[in-house]
């Protein structure tokens, strides 16, 4: 289990992650710069963002803006992005990687995952990813909202097992079953959406725990998904608030708290069914 903000887990190619990242989904791409660099400024390594948001230029140039202040190197940071459904050929994804390594100004990615399934989508995209990863373009490669069928579909033909699977994912949505086929094929499960996005943030069940250690329902969740050893990326545009989600390791949650949490699962999403979902932007 990590045991500080720059803690990292080790994938399975090897790769080391940090447990605790940034998301920032819905962020204006103007708004961006400041906030990752906020977020690297206060100790985050990882920043997750995707072609689909819009703000891989901004996030660029908050990298480029926190090294500068802080003296940090590249290789210090974890930076993912994703590849949407609306180009999932070979070729449009390598296209894609290039076109996201540009807006981001940098010139390797960490973590570069497929964002949905969609329907028979993915083959040919996971192919044009080993093959990046292969040539040494990318660290590490895997996946998003892939469920059981699709990553056992995958993993039959597939060269390279994904390093990541990021679902949505949090009390009330525990994925048991897909966590357990995760952990038998060493895939990492990560959590978007781990604040069920802003659901869970004056749910009473998690409150009372949280005024027990005098912490708040954001912190207790981010705790819960640490003991369970999952990758956890909150998004926050508040530079007080990513303190705060950091600030989860001067208590712990005991075995019985923890069954509360897992009591919470309803399987219940807030955002689309990767079963269903397949559509294009
Ligand atoms: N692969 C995928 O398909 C996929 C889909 C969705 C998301 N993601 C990734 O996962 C990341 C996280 O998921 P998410 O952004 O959907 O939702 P989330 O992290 O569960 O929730 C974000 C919400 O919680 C609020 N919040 C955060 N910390 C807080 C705190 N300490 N106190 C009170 N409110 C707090 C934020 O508001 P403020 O910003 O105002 O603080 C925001 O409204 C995304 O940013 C993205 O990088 C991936």
Not at 63 to 69: G, N, R
Not at 232 to 247: D, L
Request: charged content about 20%.
């Amino acid at each position: 289990m990590i045991n500080n903000l720059q803690d990292t887990i080790e994938l399975n190619n090897g790769i080391e992650m940090p447990g605790i990242g940034l998301g920032v989904f819905q962020v204006e791409n103007d708004a961006t710069v400041e906030i990752v660099k906020n977020a690297i400024e206060v100790g985050y390594r990882s920043i997750d963002t995707a072609a689909i948001y819009g703000n891989e230029a901004g996030v660029g140039e908050g990298i480029k803006q926190a090294l500068a202040s802080t003296g940090l190197k590249r290789e210090d940071l974890f930076i993912t992005s994703k590849v949407w459904n609306a180009g999932l050929s070979y070729d449009e994804t390598v296209i894609a990687y290039e076109e996201s390594l540009q807006k981001l100004g940098l010139d390797y990615l960490d973590l570069y995952l497929i964002h949905w399934p969609g329907k028979n989508k993915y083959a040919e995209s996971w192919r044009a990813l080993e093959d990046l990863y292969t040539a040494g373009k990318i660290k590490a490669i895997g996946v998003c909202n892939f469920n059981i069928s699709h990553l056992q579909d995958l993993i039959n033909t597939a060269s390279v097992v994904p390093v990541i699977n990021q679902v949505e994912f949090h009390p009330r949505l525990q994925q048991v079953e897909l966590r357990a086929f995760c952990k038998e094929h060493n895939i990492q499960l990560e959590a978007w959406a781990p604040l069920m996005q802003g659901g869970l943030l004056e749910d009473p069940t998690i409150a009372k725990i949280a005024e027990k250690y005098g912490k708040s329902n954001s912190q207790v969740i981010l705790r819960w998904d640490i003991q369970n050893g999952v990758v956890t990326i909150p998004k926050t545009v508040s530079k007080e608030r990513m303190v705060q989600n950091a600030n989860i390791f001067d208590f712990s949650l005991t075995e019985e708290e923890l069954q509360v949490v897992n009591a919470m699962n309803l399987e219940k999403r807030v955002g689309p069914d990767p079963a269903e979902f397949d559509f294009m932007l």
